[in-house]
């Protein structure tokens, strides 16, 4: 089975507030146990999870070996203040809070550095984000300055600026990367950057009703037909699904992800598929790790 590249082990994939408000109070074991258990039933030894604020995915990497898996966190993730990102992590106003913050997480034990440079997908319309994202500048100095700090980093992105500026700045991951254009694709293929497309947040949502399903089947073939092109053009890809997302549980999420990701390079590339997917999480298994 494959490792999950991208989990959110604070989130249970119904209700993020009452999961997270779990943990107000200090880290209940409970909710993480119930995870693992999850993950131990879908055969999955490989979990990297996307950091919180709480201190809930530190605790779940002490824990983790008693269910046989090998468990990285950032500890927390690190957004630009009056951006996306508080309810996975820390905010920093200026470059000094930014450094300061990186070396905290490092401080603190980080596996890698976690950034988010960009917002989040409206999924009741096609092509729009909730917000523009970070500067360009912005994004390279931070990659630079984790990378000169000795830390691999993986970045929240979408939207083609601020993706397009974190792979130029040699970023390692980057997750969801929702609506890059084909220069940007170009690009991503020919780095050495790992990309995460998450299909499982947007695919699962099909049906369910909380959206218009015309908008986010858009989004998941827009999606789908720029992993098939990165595929086809070399690229490395990830497998990670955003676990703990709205309707994307742990252990199942993972192979929702896998089921939509054949889907996306279609059934006679999947020999192939695999061999980039595992390649990947040997790469992030060897890479990010403190
Ligand atoms: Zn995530």
Redesign the pocket.
């Known amino acids: 089975m494959f490792g999950e590249c991208?989990a959110?082990i604070i989130m249970d994939g119904k209700n993020y507030k009452a999961a997270v408000s779990l943990h107000r109070d200090g880290v209940k074991d409970g909710p993480i146990r119930e995870h693992f258990e999850a993950w131990q039933q879908a055969g999955v030894t490989f979990v990297r999870d996307?950091g919180d604020a709480l201190g809930v995915s530190a605790r779940a990497r002490e824990i983790a070996p008693e269910y046989g898996i090998d468990y990285r966190s950032p500890i927390f993730a690190i957004h630009k203040k009056g951006h996306y990102g508080g309810i996975v992590g820390h905010a920093f106003r200026d470059r000094q809070e930014y450094r300061e913050l990186v070396q905290r997480a490092r401080r603190e034990g980080a596996d890698f550095i976690k950034i988010m440079i960009s917002g989040l997908m409206e999924f009741d319309r096609f092509g729009v984000l909730n917000e523009e994202g970070l500067s360009a500048e912005e994004i390279r100095e931070m990659i630079e300055f984790a990378h000169d700090r000795g830390m691999k980093v993986m970045a929240?992105g979408n939207g083609d600026g601020p993706a397009r500026a974190a792979v130029e700045a040699g970023l390692d991951t980057l997750?969801h990367g929702d609506y890059l254009e084909q220069d940007t694709l170009d690009m991503l293929a020919e780095s050495h950057t790992i990309w995460v497309p998450?299909l499982a947040p947007t695919g699962n949502l099909l049906g369910c009703g909380r959206y218009p399903d015309e908008q986010v089947e858009q989004i998941l073939r827009r999606q789908m037909r720029c992993v098939r092109y990165v595929f086809e053009k070399g690229g490395r890809l990830g497998l990670g699904s955003?676990a703990g997302?709205y309707l994307v549980p742990h252990g199942q999420g993972l192979l929702d992800e896998y089921a939509w990701m054949k889907q996306a390079v279609g059934p006679e590339n999947v020999p192939e598929l695999d061999r980039r997917l595992e390649e990947s999480e040997e790469w992030i298994k060897k890479e990010m790790k403190r």
């Open positions: 991208h959110h996307g929240h997750e998450t955003d997302a």
